[in-house]
C-alpha cells in the first residue's frame, strides 16, 4: 500500500506560513512591502489590539484587475519575477509569491481592490485559504487589505503570541524598517482608533527626527554627522551620531536597495571607526543607506529577507570604516569659533588684498603689577587647623556610598580587626583558602539589586520627590512598553503620570538614584526591559531592579574607606549567590594558595 501522498493545499500553506508569518509584524511587513511594490504614495496601517482582531492596510497603488486579485492569493503567485535569473536583478522589495497565500491560510482575510483604469473594483474574501467570495464593488484605487483574527484556525500558535504590549511593539520596529527608508511616502500608524504615528512625505532626516526625535532639549538629527562616498563597488550615504552623543539607547539602522537588513560584520566596521571616541558602554546611533547593482547580494536567503549576502564584504567593510572615520575626522577638524564677542579679535570680511589688519580691543591702562588685587580669602586659615581625631566628631559627609547602602541591617560576616586591601577596582581580601579579588563595583551592583527587587516585590519602594516636574518625551514604542512596566516603576520610586499622547511627566524618582536626571534613569530602564524581551511581570522587575542598581552603584573611580569597603563585603557576602552579578559578571575571584604559589616557580 502506497503511502506518499500530496499534502492539500490547505494544509501546505499552513506549513508555509510557520516561517513566513510568525506574528501580526511579520504581516504588517508583507502586506506593506507589497504596497510599497504597488507604487503607493500614502499608506495607512490600522491595527486592533495589536493586530490580533485586526491588521488593516490602505495604499493608493496601482490596485489589482479581477483576475489579479484572485491569483495574488496562490502560492508562488507574483508581479516580480518571471525566471531564475531574475532573482539577481531585483529592486523589489517581495518576489516568492509567498506571502499572501500563508497569510489567507492562517487568517480571515478581505481585500477591496481597483486599478485607475476600471470603473468598479474586487472584493474578496478568504477564510483559511477557502473563497469566501468575490465580488464586484465600488471602492478608491489601489488597495484596501483587511487581515482578520490572525491564527484562528491554528489555535497553538495564537497561544504564543507574547502580550499586546509586546506584539505592539514588535509592529512598530517593522513599521520604522519600512519608513525609514522610503521618506517620500506618507505613512500613518493607528491602532484602536489612535494615531499613533502621522509621518508626513520628506526626506530622511526629517523622516528620523519625526519618529526619535522625542527627548531632550536638542533636536535629535542635530547631534549627527552625514556620511557620503560613491565607489564603482557601492555607493554609502546617511548619517552617524557624533561621539559626545553617544548613548545606550542607540539607534542603528542598516539599508540597501531600499530594504533593511541586520549585518554585524558592517556593524563591527562602524565601531572600528569609533575606536577610542566612545566612553563607557555607549554606542553611536547610525543610519547608513547602501545601494549597491542587485547581482551583487543575495537576499534569497532567509523568509524574513533581513539576512542579505554580499559578494565582496570585505572590500565594502574597508570602504565603510574609510567614509565613517572621514566624516569623524572632519567633524573633528571643524571646530566652532566665535569671533565677534565684545573684547576679542575682529576678523576682516574683505579677504582682498588690501585688507586691514585684525583689531585687538584691549585695555592700555591695566598693569599686572599694580592692579589693585581682588579682596583676600577670610577664614583661610580655618583650613590648616589640626584634624580631629575622633569619629564622633567629624562632620558627615558627602562622599560616601549611595544612601541604600545604609539600610542594611546584616551582622558582620567578617572579623572585626580584618581591613581590605584596595587596589584599582579591585578589593583583596585574604582567606583561609588563600587570596580573594572582589570587583567591588559589581558587588553593590549585586547588593542593589536584591534590594530593588524585594522593595518590588512587597511593593515598598521609597519616592523622592522633585523640586520641579520633569516632563519627558517618547517615540511611540517606548511610551508602548512603559505603559506595560508603569506599575512596576511606580512600586520603585518613581512617580509617573502620562502628560501628553508622546509625553510622561515625572514628579518623584527613588530615593537611591539621589539627583540623577530621570530621564537617563528611565531610558535606561527601557533599553533594558526592551534588549531582553522581557514580558512576564517578574522578568520586568528583575531588568528594572538591574537597571537601577547600575545607574546608582558606586563608580570604579570612587577610593573606598575602610569602613565602606568593610560594608560592602558585609552586605555582599550575606546573599544568597554572591560570585555573579544578575546579568552574568564575575564578581570574585578566589586565588588558591596552590594558584599563588606556581606564580613564583
Known amino acids: ?85 531574475d532573482l539577481f536583478a531585483l529592486r523589489t522589495m517581495g518576489f516568492r509569491g509567498e506571502a499572501l497565500a500563508s497569510i489567507c491560510a492562517v487568517a480571515q482575510v478581505e481585500v477591496m481592490t481597483r486599478r485607475k483604469e476600471d470603473e468598479v473594483g474586487t472584493l474578496l474574501e478568504i477564510h483559511g485559504s477557502e473563497v469566501i467570495r468575490q465580488e464586484p464593488c465600488q471602492c478608491p484605487v489601489g488597495t484596501n487589505i483587511k487581515v482578520k483574527n490572525l491564527f484562528f484556525n491554528v489555535p497553538v500558535r495564537r497561544k504564543f503570541l507574547k502580550t499586546d504590549q509586546t506584539e505592539l511593539r514588535n509592529l512598530l520596529t517593522e513599521f520604522y524598517h519600512i519608513v525609514l527608508v522610503y521618506p517620500k511616502v506618507q505613512f500613518t500608524f493607528v491602532h484602536n482608533d489612535e494615531v499613533l504615528l502621522e509621518l508626513p512625505a520628506g526626506t530622511e532626516k526629517q523622516r528620523i527626527e519625526a519618529i526619535f526625535g522625542k527627548s531632550g532639549s536638542k533636536t535629535y538629527t542635530g547631534q549627527f554627522v552625514d556620511v557620503a562616498t560613491d565607489t564603482e563597488l557601492v555607493s554609502i550615504r546617511g548619517f552617524i551620531g557624533k561621539p559626545e552623543a553617544a548613548s545606550k539607547n542607540a539607534q542603528q539602522y542598516f539599508f540597501v536597495n531600499g530594504r533593511y537588513m541586520r549585518h554585524p560584520y558592517f556593524h563591527k566596521a562602524i565601531m572600528t571607526a569609533y575606536s577610542g571616541m ?10 547608513i543607506y547602501f ?93 590648616y587647623s589640626p584634624r580631629t581625631t575622633s569619629h564622633e566628631q567629624q562632620p558627615p559627609t558627602n562622599d560616601t556610598l549611595s544612601p541604600s547602602f545604609q539600610l542594611s541591617t546584616f551582622t558582620s560576616h567578617l572579623p572585626a580587626d580584618l581591613t581590605p586591601y584596595k587596589y584599582n577596582k579591585y578589593l583583596l581580601l585574604p582567606t583561609a583558602s588563600g587570596l580573594m579579588l572582589v570587583h567591588y ?138 560570585r555573579l552579578t544578575p546579568d552574568g559578571k564575575t564578581i570574585c575571584v578566589l586565588l588558591s594558595d596552590d594558584d599563588l604559589a606556581r606564580k613564583f616557580t
Not at 316 to 340: C, W, Y
Not at 507 to 514: K, M, V, Y
Open 1 to 85: 500500500m502506497d503511502i506518499i501522498h500530496l499534502l492539500p493545499d490547505s494544509v501546505a500553506n499552513q506549513i508555509a506560513a510557520g516561517e513566513v508569518i510568525q506574528r501580526p509584524a511579520s504581516c504588517l511587513k508583507e502586506l506593506v512591502e507589497n504596497s510599497l511594490d504597488a507604487g503607493a504614495s500614502r499608506i495607512q496601517v490600522i491595527v486592533r489590539d495589536a493586530g490580533r482582531t485586526l491588521l488593516q492596510v490602505i495604499d493608493d497603488g496601482s490596485g489589482m484587475s479581477e483576475t489579479d486579485a484572485r491569483m495574488a492569493f496562490e502560492r508562488h503567485a507574483t508581479s516580480k519575477i518571471s525566471k531564475a535569473q
Open 278 to 287: 566612545l566612553a563607557g558602554e555607549t554606542n553611536p546611533s547610525y543610519f
Open 291 to 383: 545601494d549597491v547593482a542587485p547581482e551583487t547580494i543575495d537576499v534569497n536567503i532567509h523568509p524574513t529577507k533581513t539576512e542579505i549576502k554580499f559578494q565582496d564584504e570585505q572590500m565594502i567593510f574597508q570602504i565603510l570604516m574609510a567614509a565613517v572615520r572621514e566624516s569623524l575626522g572632519k567633524f573633528n577638524l571643524t571646530p566652532s569659533l566665535d569671533f565677534n564677542r565684545e573684547g576679542e579679535v575682529e576678523m576682516p570680511t574683505d579677504h582682498g588684498a588690501n585688507t586691514a589688519k585684525p583689531h585687538v580691543v584691549f585695555d592700555p591702562n591695566y598693569n599686572p603689577f599694580t592692579h589693585s588685587p581682588k579682596p583676600s580669602v577670610q577664614g583661610w586659615e580655618k583650613l
Open 441 to 578: 563595583r559589581r558587588a553593590h551592583i549585586k547588593v542593589l539589586y536584591e534590594q530593588y527587587y524585594k522593595q518590588m516585590t512587597l511593593g515598598k519602594g521609597v519616592s523622592q520627590q522633585l523640586l520641579f516636574p520633569e516632563v519627558i518625551d517618547l517615540s511611540p514604542d517606548d511610551i508602548v512598553l512603559l505603559d506595560s512596566i508603569i506599575d512596576e516603576l511606580r512600586i520603585v520610586g518613581f512617580d509617573i503620570d502620562q502628560f501628553s499622547k508622546t509625553a510622561y511627566s515625572v514628579s518623584g524618582i527613588p530615593a537611591t538614584l539621589n539627583d540623577q536626571n530621570a530621564q537617563t534613569a528611565l531610558l535606561n530602564i527601557l533599553l533594558a526591559v526592551r534588549e531582553t524581551g522581557a514580558s512576564a511581570t517578574d522578568n520586568w522587575r528583575k531588568q528594572i531592579a538591574l537597571s537601577l542598581a547600575k545607574d546608582t552603584a558606586i563608580p570604579v573611580s570612587k577610593n573606598l574607606t575602610d569602613e565602606e569597603a568593610k560594608q560592602l563585603l558585609d552586605q555582599l557576602f550575606a546573599l544568597p549567590d554572591y
